[in-house]
């Protein structure tokens, strides 16, 4: 049976500790070698997450190969069955998947080949939440009875799809701030705040989420000025929040729109560490799949 991180679902509160120790510990310059092929094949634009993937196979000695369906044979109608099948003869072992389609589940069943989401349309994002975990455990805050809370679009963010489901593992809260438009479908078991005083009275740690305006049909500018008044990080509530009170992003930020530039710059968003953990969290993430744990 191969190994596959495609979202929590079926990886148990073991692993996620694992997964979340090793992207917080591992020297990516001493890692141990695994001879292996892996194709990363990325359909929409990244950056972190496409060169840290690269970056964490060059460390383990895994060969990368690129691809996308701009470039494959999957414009002409091929099926993903046999798109799959041909990686497997060629001897690629792991596949890294980005892409705008909702079709995780297509790839669950995929025997000798692991496929890990490198992010899945609007619903999976799983080695994002672990360095965003990693990074909340090493400002202590996955040990403190307090609620991660998103703001920003939540509602098209599989970085909080992602999250909700490795926080619902570890037995820690989860909350959201924003506009009702932005609301996930789904509000099982996450808690709704209506303010900035209230985000600042119920936790210490924040995670904005980026304003997906490619994913917005119809996005007025009006609209997006209510969301600026009202939801946008400031300085002015940055100096507001208790002393050990952080901000995260995944990135790539909208710069005035979810965050103000002086809010950017304050010290309590720490998005350099988070950034820091992109490559670990990778490494960790083929560590698992190709069973190499100890
Ligand atoms: N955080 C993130 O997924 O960034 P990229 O889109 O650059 O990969």
Do not use: C
Not at 148 to 169: N, T
Not at 248 to 270: G, T
Request: hydrophobic share 35%; proline share 3%.
């Amino acid at each position: 049976m191969s190994k596959h991180l495609l979202d929590f679902k079926d990886i148990d509160k073991k692993d996620i500790e694992k997964l979340i120790d090793i992207t917080g510990k591992i020297n990516p310059e001493k890692t141990n070698k695994i001879p292996s092929i892996s194709l990363l094949k990325f359909d929409e634009p990244s950056t972190r997450t496409r060169l840290s993937f690269s970056v964490a196979a060059y460390r383990l000695g895994i060969k990368t190969f690129e691809s996308s369906d701009i470039s494959s044979a999957k414009v002409k109608g091929e099926s993903l069955k046999h798109e799959i099948e041909t990686y497997k003869a060629m001897g690629i072992e792991s596949l890294v998947v980005r892409t705008k389609e909702d079709n995780i589940d297509e790839y669950r069943g995929f025997e000798d080949i692991s496929v890990i989401s490198g992010g899945f349309g609007t619903s999976s994002h799983p080695t994002q939440a672990i360095l965003d975990a990693t990074t909340l455990d090493k400002f202590n805050k996955l040990e403190k009875d307090l609620p991660v809370i998103y703001i920003g679009d939540v509602k098209h963010s599989r970085v909080f799809e992602s999250g909700r489901q490795l926080f619902a593992s570890l037995g820690k809260n989860v909350g959201v701030f924003t506009h009702e438009s932005f609301l996930p479908d789904d509000l099982t078991n996450i808690e709704v705040l209506n303010s900035w005083d209230e985000v600042l009275e119920a936790t210490e740690a924040i995670e904005l989420l980026r304003v997906q305006k490619e994913r917005i049909e119809n996005l007025e500018d009006s609209d997006l000025n209510e969301y600026i008044k009202k939801y946008q990080l400031t300085n002015e509530i940055l100096d507001k929040s208790g002393d050990d009170f952080i901000a995260l992003h995944p990135m790539p930020m909208n710069v005035d729109i979810e965050i103000s530039e002086k809010a950017s710059l304050h010290n309590k968003f720490k998005y350099i560490e988070q950034l820091s953990f992109g490559v670990p969290s990778r490494i960790a993430s083929y560590m698992y799949v190709m069973e190499q744990y100890d």
